[in-house]
C-alpha cells in the first residue's frame, strides 16, 4: 500500500536526493544497484532476479492474483498477509467451527486444508519487448493502434515455447511507451497451514487500519503442493510439497534504524505521472465520492455486523474489502493536500515547459480535456461505487450481463456453468434483506449527488431515504435475483439447478423484475447520458498522456523514471525509518507487544485480546523473541515505496532474508500511489520475530519452525 516520486525540482536538495534514493517500483531486471549497495545493500542484483539459476525471486509469489507471497521452507510453506488469506479462512468457517476467531494451526501436513480455485504465480522471466509489440505502429491512432497492438501481442505470445502450465503475459509500461513480457508459472493446490485468531491477525481492525502505530500480526500461512514431478497439478490427496529452487531465511535480529530494506512484489496500481488537473480532480471530486458511497454501505453493514454473529461470519471479509480503500481514499485526500501535490505538480510542470515548449501544449490540453471530462467522471464515480457497494443492484447486473449473451446467442454450457457457480459462491454470503437497506440508502445517496442531468426520469422519488428502505424492501421481497421470490419452482439463491431449468422463462421473470427495473434505469441513463462521453474523453487523454510520460521522459535527464505499478513485480528499497507526520508528533519505527496490552480493550470486536497472548506477555515469556528493549517486536516502518498488491510482500534485509511482511502503509502517506512524499511515506510491515513468537509460542506450532532457516 504506498507509492510514488514525482517531486518539485524546487524542493531542496536534501529532500530530493532522499527521494531519489528512496521513491519507486523497479523492474527488477533493471535494478539500480550501485544505489542499492551505496545504500547498504550486501548481494548483487543477479541475486535478487536471475532467469537462468535460483535467485530471490523464485521464493516470491503472487497470491491469488492480487496479494504477494513467499517461500521460507524447503517443503514450499508460503506466508503471506491474514487479510490476504481471509477468504480463505472465512470459507473454513462456521458458527461452530469459527476460524476466524479462534484462529487455525495444521498438527501436521495432512491436516492443511485446500482452497479450491487459489492459485500462486511465479515470474520465470521477464524481457523487454517494446520493438515487437509497437511494430507496424508509427502513425496509427485509435482504434487502430490499439489492434495492431493487440494483434503483435498474439504474435509475439504465440512464437515463445512454452509448458502446460506456464503462460505469457505481455504488459504496457510507462503509458504505452515500452513493453515487456513476463513468463508465468502457475501453481494449484494451495492448502492453509495455518492463521492466528482475527483478534491477533487483524488486531486493530478498521480503526488501525492504514495508521500507525500499528500492533497487527497480519499474517497467515499457507502451502504449495505439487505432483510427484514437482510440477504445477490440480488439487490431488496424492501432491506433495512443492520444492523450491529458493525459499527465504528468516531473521530475528534486532532492527536498527537506518537498516537498509528492500520489497519485493506485485503491486497493485499507481499513477504517478499525472498532470496536476488529474490530481486536483481525484483530490476534491473522484475521491469524495468514493469516500461518501461507501460510508453509507460501511455504516449500514456495521449496525447489523455487531449485533448477529452470523451476518458478521458472512460479511467479514466483504466488510474488510470495501472498508480497506475507503479509509484509503480518506487519507490520500488528505496527503495529497498536506504535501502540496496540485501545486508541486504544477511547479514541476512549468519547469518542464520551460525546457520543452512542446509539453506546455499537452498539459493545456490535458487541463481542457479533464475539465470537459469532470460532470462525466463524477457521474461515473458514483454510478460504479453504487452499482459495486449494493450487492442487490450487482446481482442485477449479473443478470444483464447473463441476458445481453443469450440474446446474442454468446452463452454456451460452458457459460452457464461458469455463470451458476459464481452465483452459488455469491449466494452463500448474500442477505437480501441487509443488502435491501443497503441499497436503499444507496439509492438516495445517488439521487441527492447526482445532477439531474443524469437521473433517470421520475428518480428523484428516490431522495428520501427513509422512503426508500420500505419500497427496496418491498422490492427485494418480490425479486427472483434476490432469491426471495421463486422462479421455475425454486431460489436462485437455493437450487439455481432448478432455476435455470427453463432458459426463456427464467429471462422473461428477470426482465419483469422488480430490482431488474430499478437497475436498467440507473444503467440505461448512464449509459446514455455519461459513458459513451467519459469513454470518449478518456481516449483522447490516454493518448495525451503517452505523448506527455514520452516528453517528460525525454525532457527530465536529471530524473530516473520507473513506471507505474501495474500488478508486475517490483522492487522497491529504501530504510527503517520513523516518521514526524504532524506538528509536534514523532513516531518510532518500532512498535511492540506492550502497545497490544495498552490498547487492549475485553470483548472488543477490534481490540480484544486472546487469553493466552496475555499470558505469555504476563509471564514475559518471549523466548527467542524478544529484542534489546525486552519486549517482542510487532511491526515497523521503513521508507520502501509500496501500494495494494504489496500485501503480503517480503520485506527482506542487506542479505536478502526475510525481516517482515508488508501488509499497510502509514495513513498521513497513503497519497503516495500518486504523489510520494519521503516526509510522510511509509510502509508498515508485521516483524519476523512476531510472526515466529506467534507461532512458537502462541500456536504451539514448533513443527513450522523447524522447517525454516532462522538467521539469529
Known amino acids: 500500500m504506498t507509492k510514488k516520486i514525482l517531486l518539485s525540482v524546487f524542493l531542496l536538495p536534501a529532500v530530493m536526493t532522499f527521494a531519489q534514493q528512496y521513491g519507486g517500483m523497479w523492474i527488477p531486471t533493471e535494478l539500480n544497484e550501485k544505489e542499492m549497495k551505496d545504500l547498504g545493500m550486501k ?111 498474439e504474435i509475439y505470445k504465440n512464437s515463445q515455447k512454452t509448458e502446460l502450465y506456464q503462460s505469457i503475459s505481455v504488459k504496457s509500461m510507462y503509458y504505452g511507451n515500452k513493453f515487456y513480457a513476463y513468463t508465468i508459472e ?98 476534491k471530486e473522484i475521491d469524495p465520492a468514493r469516500i461518501a458511497v461507501r460510508d453509507v454501505a460501511l455504516k449500514t453493514l456495521d449496525e447489523k455486523m455487531r449485533t448477529d454473529d452470523a451476518t458478521r461470519i458472512q460479511y467479514a471479509s466483504k466488510y474488510a474489502s470495501v472498508a480497506n480503500y475507503w479509509k484509503k481514499w480518506i487519507g490520500e485526500v488528505e496527503g495529497l493536500k498536506k504535501s502540496n501535490a496540485v501545486e508541486k505538480k504544477m511547479k514541476y510542470e512549468a519547469s518542464l515547459a520551460a525546457k520543452n515548449p512542446e509539453i506546455k501544449t499537452s498539459l493545456d490540453q490535458l487541463t481542457k480535456l479533464y475539465n470537459d471530462q469532470a460532470p462525466f467522471a463524477l457521474n461515473n464515480a458514483y454510478y460504479s461505487e453504487t452499482i459495486r457497494n449494493a450487492e442487490t443492484l450487482m446481482l442485477a447486473n449479473l443478470y444483464y450481463s447473463y441476458i445481453s449473451a443469450v440474446e446474442a446467442g454468446r452463452m454456451d454450457e460452458k457459460g452457464t456453468a461458469a455463470l451458476k457457480n459464481r452465483l452459488t459462491s455469491f449466494y452463500k454470503d448474500y442477505n437480501a434483506e441487509l443488502d435491501a437497506k443497503v441499497t436503499a440508502k444507496l439509492l438516495a445517496l445517488y439521487a441527492n449527488k447526482t445532477d439531474a442531468q443524469f437521473l433517470p426520469a421520475g428518480f428523484e422519488k428516490y431522495k428520501n431515504e427513509t422512503q426508500n428502505i420500505q419500497v427496496i424492501e418491498d422490492a427485494s421481497k418480490n425479486s427472483i435475483i434476490t432469491g426471495r421470490s421463486d422462479v421455475n419452482g425454486a431460489s436462485l439463491s437455493k437450487d439455481i439447478d432448478k432455476a435455470f431449468s427453463n432458459q426463456d422463462k427464467l429471462i422473461k421473470t428477470l426482465k419483469k423484475d422488480p430490482v431488474f427495473q430499478i437497475y436498467l434505469a440507473l444503467r440505461d441513463t448512464y449509459m446514455t447520458k455519461a459513458d459513451p462521453q ?58 511492540h507487544l506492550a502497545g497490544v496490552m495498552e490498547k487492549y480493550v475485553p470483548g472488543d470486536y477490534e ?72 516526509r510522510f511515506s511509509r510502509n508498515i510491515m508485521v516483524d519476523t520475530k512476531y510472526i515466529l513468537f506467534i507461532i512458537d509460542k502462541f500456536a504451539d506450532s514448533k513443527w513450522l519452525i523447524n522447517e525454516m532457516k532462522v538467521v539469529k
Open 43 to 153: 548481494i548483487s542484483a543477479k541475486d535478487i532476479f536471475n532467469p537462468q539459476k535460483a535467485s530471490i525471486k523464485d521464493a516470491v509469489v503472487q497470491f491469488n492474483g492480487g496479494c504477494t507471497a513467499e517461500i521460507i521452507s524447503p517443503k514450499g510453506l508460503l506466508l503471506t498477509n491474514h487479510h490476504c488469506g481471509y477468504g480463505q479462512i472465512q470459507a473454513h468457517s462456521t458458527i461452530q467451527n469459527d476460524l476466524l476467531s479462534n484462529g487455525f494451526w495444521a498438527k501436521n501436513t495432512e491436516g492443511e486444508l485446500p482452497n479450491p480455485g487459489v492459485t500462486v504465480d511465479f515470474i520465470v522471466d521477464i524481457k523487454e519487448v517494446t520493438g515487437q509489440i509497437l511494430q507496424g505502429t508509427d502513425h496509427l491512432t485509435e482504434p487502430e493502434l490499439s489492434k495492431q497492438i493487440a494483434k503483435n501481442i
Open 534 to 591: 467519459f469513454m470518449a474523453l478518456q481516449t483522447k487523454i490516454d493518448a495525451l498522456q503517452k505523448t506527455y510520460m514520452a516528453q517528460q521522459m525525454a525532457t527530465d535527464k536529471d530524473r530516473k523514471f520507473f513506471p507505474d505499478a501495474n500488478s508486475t513485480l517490483r522492487v522497491t528499497y529504501g530504510k527503517v525509518k520513523g516518521s514526524s507526520p504532524r506538528d509536534a508528533v514523532s513516531y518510532n519505527y518500532q512498535t
Open 186 to 283: 502457475t501453481y494449484k493446490d494451495i492448502r492453509l497451514v495455518g492463521a492466528p485468531p482475527q483478534s491477533i491477525g487483524k488486531f486493530g481492525s478498521d480503526t488501525d487500519n492504514w495508521v500507525w502505530p500499528r500492533h497487527t500480526g497480519d499474517f497467515s500461512m499457507f502451502r504449495i503442493y505439487a505432483d510427484k514431478n514437482n510440477k504445477p497439478a490440480e488439487y490431488s490427496k496424492d501432491n506433495v510439497p512443492y520444492v523450491p529452487k529458493h525459499y527465504l531465511p528468516v531473521s530475528i535480529k534486532d532492527k536498527n534504524e537506518n537498516d537498509f530494506t528492500f520489497v519485493f512484489g506485485f503491486p497493485g496500481r499507481t499513477t504517478e505521472y499525472l498532470p496536476a488537473i488529474a490530481v486536483e480532480k481525484i483530490m
Open 607 to 678: 481490540f480484544d485480546v486472546p487469553k493466552k497472548l496475555i499470558d505469555l506477555y504476563d509471564k514475559k515469556d518471549f523466548g527467542q523473541y524478544k529484542d534489546k528493549t525486552g519486549d517482542v517486536p510487532v511491526g515497523f516502518t521503513a521508507t520502501n515505496h509500496t501500494t495494494g498488491g504489496n500485501s503480503g510482500s517480503p520485506a527482506l534485509d542487506a542479505y536478502g532474508n526475510l525481516v517482515g511482511l508488508n501488509f499497510d502503509r502509514q495513513w498521513e502517506g497513503t497519497m503516495s500511489d500518486i504523489n510520494y512524499d519521503p
